[in-house]
T-cell receptor, first 109, second 116 residues
Framework: DAKTTQPPSMDCAEGRAANLPCNHS???????VYWYRQIHSQGPQYIIH???NNETNEMASLIITEDRKSSTLILPHATLRDTAVYYC??????????FGTGTSLTVIP | GAVVSQHPSWVICKSGTSVKIECRSL??????MFWYRQFPKQSLMLMAT?????????EQGVEKDKFLINHASLTLSTLTVTSAHPEDSSFYIC????????????FGPGTRLTVT
């Protein structure tokens, strides 16, 4: 079962930062948080992952709270191509991904 | 790098027939592959985990005799939907992981199955 909860939908103005929250209050100490996104009828695309430190790559930043019970994905300058469903996933001990319902992000011109 | 392909990208079959879907890691060796199913407007649901040379591990509620998974090499896994019925119509997605220790999963583009 998914160990994450996310808001079902969010809007963001083009050019602005998109901040997508995720709760994972039952996460265990050695479980990583992964973020993927899925554009309609395509396979999910990897964005970023982390354990406890904040992470940044060319696509996004990941902020994980100190207690690790929640995290936020930040897309610094959202574009129309960032419109997608964003999934926050806790990778369990067996390495499986159990997807939650995700957040449908719509970037508005 | 880390590209996963699926074939076919879409397939239509008649009820009662079997359909095979291939998942290939093109530029890496995948120690573990995963199969997911996604119904319209729903999230991905993990069906099974397969390690090369081993029997697949199915998630609760997934019929192993209906969804046959073979992971014969480090670059190829196949999912066969046997005796397909209209309710099996779905988007099937595979993913591959490089390391047994986990890490990223690289997802294929998906296969749209329609059973008539």
């Amino acid at each position: 079962d998914a160990k994450t909860t996310q808001p079902p939908s969010m809007d963001c103005a083009e050019g602005r930062a998109a901040n997508l929250p995720c709760n994972h209050s039952t996460i265990s100490g050695n479980e990583y948080v992964y973020w993927y996104r899925q554009i309609h009828s395509q396979g999910p695309q990897y964005i970023i992952h982390g354990l406890k430190n904040n992470e940044t790559n060319e696509m996004a930043s990941l902020i994980i709270t100190e207690d690790r019970k929640s995290s936020t994905l930040i897309l610094p300058h959202a574009t129309l191509r960032d419109t997608a469903v964003y999934y926050c996933i806790v990778r369990v001990t067996g390495n499986q991904f159990y997807f939650g319902t995700g957040t449908s992000l719509t970037v508005i011109p | 790098g880390a590209v996963v392909s699926q074939h076919p990208s879409w397939v239509i079959c008649k009820s009662g027939t079997s359909v095979k879907i291939e998942c290939r890691s093109l530029d890496f060796q995948a120690t573990t592959m995963f199969w997911y199913r996604q119904f319209p407007k729903q999230s991905l649901m993990l069906m099974a985990t397969s390690n090369e040379g081993s029997k697949a591990t199915y998630e609760q509620g997934v019929e192993k005799d209906k969804f046959l998974i073979n992971h014969a090499s480090l670059t190829l896994s196949t999912l066969t939907v046997t005796s397909a019925h209209p309710e099996d119509s779905s988007f099937y997605i595979c993913s591959a992981s490089i390391s047994l220790a986990g890490g990223e999963q690289y997802f294929g583009p998906g296969t749209r199955l329609t059973v008539t």
